[in-house]
């Protein structure tokens, strides 16, 4: 493979020195968008009489051909090109000759790259939009499904107050829709043509940058040629919003985590997203949670290398920015694995709401509804705060609940409870009677689920 800096040089470039500098190992899956970028690169050039029709056409075939060979196979893509900018070019030029040689005026893999991988990363951007919509759709059917299913909701991990399992899972379809919302804003700001920036400073060329930008299906070109070339935050803004998801999706594992034990049982997973054990007869393991759980760690770190590499370079192009794509795709790959085997392992998950329930019966969930109870009969709510924990406390002592405890052992803490408290800490009631906005009431989650069914959808 011939360099591209032939002239200035009188050797190659060291073969093992080769390998380090090239990144084509990482970057040849942007073939489809470098070459898209040199067909509305040359059609420009052309209709601002820079470039032949001759040339052109020359151009615009070769380019077509090479991508529907690399697509079917029948073209390798040479693993000692330094870059997949070179590679096509190459390819181009020892097909069609000058017309090849050409292209690349007014034009420099500086903004080359910078182009690719905002039109690549666009494509990605669209991908991990619809599976997000795909999981928020399961989520509202789930919601739905178990809109009245009551189990303990959790502070500290210890019982707190009861809730139902569809506004539980409502809370992550929240999560996700703002993940939609951020990868929707961070995308249409990298939507931005940063073609025609050239190496750094433009060109005395008449190019028509509004052209190649429009063209490419961007909503405006970057303003500042320096800016262009040398800009990653997109990428960093990318990986963020990516590294807040897999805060989502590893919290939510956790949690699958915790609900498959024995100790809480609350869900069960299909045996086709389940593993077993090599040695332990009796295992179902969660593997997939577990394993989403443990990948965040590489989304987080590949937002760090992003910002680590960029965080000193100045002005413009330096080739430290060439580690960008190992990372950023690195987070989109990850993340759209973790996805793919998340969705439908949640939607044939089954959930147990009778273990939910049994679990909402102990750890004394309904004891601020007693205390509420007291209230409505006139006590400060601090006294009824006190007199319920020292109910909660003769409970413990003597293996009973609250709903359990006579009568005569409310009066003896506090004279104003009557039959009427073993309504008021009746479970369901206390679930059904939350409908505070943005409280579990049944009701509340029937009518969240349309809403956020309805923002699902919106574009
Ligand atoms: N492979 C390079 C990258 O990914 C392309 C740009 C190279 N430009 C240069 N002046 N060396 O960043």
């Not at 489809?32 to 059609?43: C, K, L, N, V, Y």
Request: hydrophobic share 40%; net charge negative; aromatic share 8%.
């Amino acid at each position: 493979m011939q360099q591209l800096w032939q002239g200035r040089f009188q050797k190659a470039l060291d073969p093992k020195t080769n390998d380090f500098n090239s990144s084509i190992k990482f970057d040849s899956r942007m073939f489809r968008e470098d070459i898209d970028g040199s067909i509305a690169h040359a059609t420009m050039l052309c209709a601002q009489g820079i470039l032949s029709a001759e040339d052109l056409k020359a151009i615009v075939d070769g380019l077509t051909a090479i991508r529907s060979e690399i697509e079917n196979g029948t073209l390798a893509i040479d693993p000692n090109a330094e870059d997949i900018h070179t590679f096509v070019e190459g390819e181009l030029t020892a097909r069609v000759g000058a017309a090849g040689k050409r292209l690349h005026t007014a034009r420099s893999r500086n903004d080359q790259v910078a182009l690719d991988i905002r039109l690549y990363l666009r494509k990605a951007c669209e991908a991990l939009y619809q599976q997000l919509t795909e999981l928020i759709g399961v989520l509202c059917k789930k919601a739905e499904q178990y809109a009245d299913a009551v189990m303990p909701g959790y502070t500290h991990l210890q019982r707190a107050q009861p809730i139902t399992f569809g506004h539980h899972l409502l809370a992550y379809a929240e999560m996700l829709l703002r993940d939609k919302a951020r990868l929707q804003d961070a995308a249409e700001r990298m939507n931005q043509s940063p073609l025609g920036a050239c190496a750094l400073a433009g060109t005395t060329y008449n190019t028509d940058r509004e052209k190649t930008a429009r063209d490419l299906g961007f909503s405006g070109v970057m303003h500042n040629s320096l800016d262009a070339v040398s800009d990653r935050d997109f990428c960093m803004e990318l990986a963020s919003t990516l590294s807040i998801l897999m805060v989502h999706l590893s919290r939510f594992s956790e949690e699958i985590v915790l609900w498959c034990s024995w100790e809480f049982k609350f869900v069960e997973l299909d045996d086709a997203f389940s593993t077993g054990s090599s040695i332990m007869p009796q295992k179902k393991n969660p593997d997939i949670t577990e394993l989403i759980r443990g990948k965040s760690g590489r989304v987080f770190g590949d937002l760090v290398t992003l910002l680590t590499m960029m965080k000193g370079l100045p002005l413009a192009y330096n080739k430290d920015m060439q580690e960008d794509k190992e990372a950023i795709f690195d987070a989109f790959d990850t993340v759209k694995m973790c996805l793919t085997a998340f969705i439908p392992m949640l939607d044939t998950m089954t959930a147990l709401p009778e273990n939910m329930r049994k679990a909402a019966a102990g750890g004394f969930i309904n004891a601020t509804d007693c205390a509420d109870y007291l209230v409505g009969k006139g006590l400060p709510f601090r006294d009824a705060y006190k007199a319920t924990g020292e109910l909660v406390a003769k409970c413990i002592g003597a293996g009973l609940t609250l709903e359990t405890l006579p009568l005569d052992k409310y009066k003896a803490v506090c004279d104003l409870f009557d039959e009427g408290v073993y309504d008021a800490i009746n479970l369901d009631k206390c679930v059904r009677d939350r409908t505070s906005l943005g409280g579990p009431a049944p009701q509340n989650v029937r009518a969240e689920v349309e809403r956020v069914r309805e923002l699902n959808q919106n574009k």
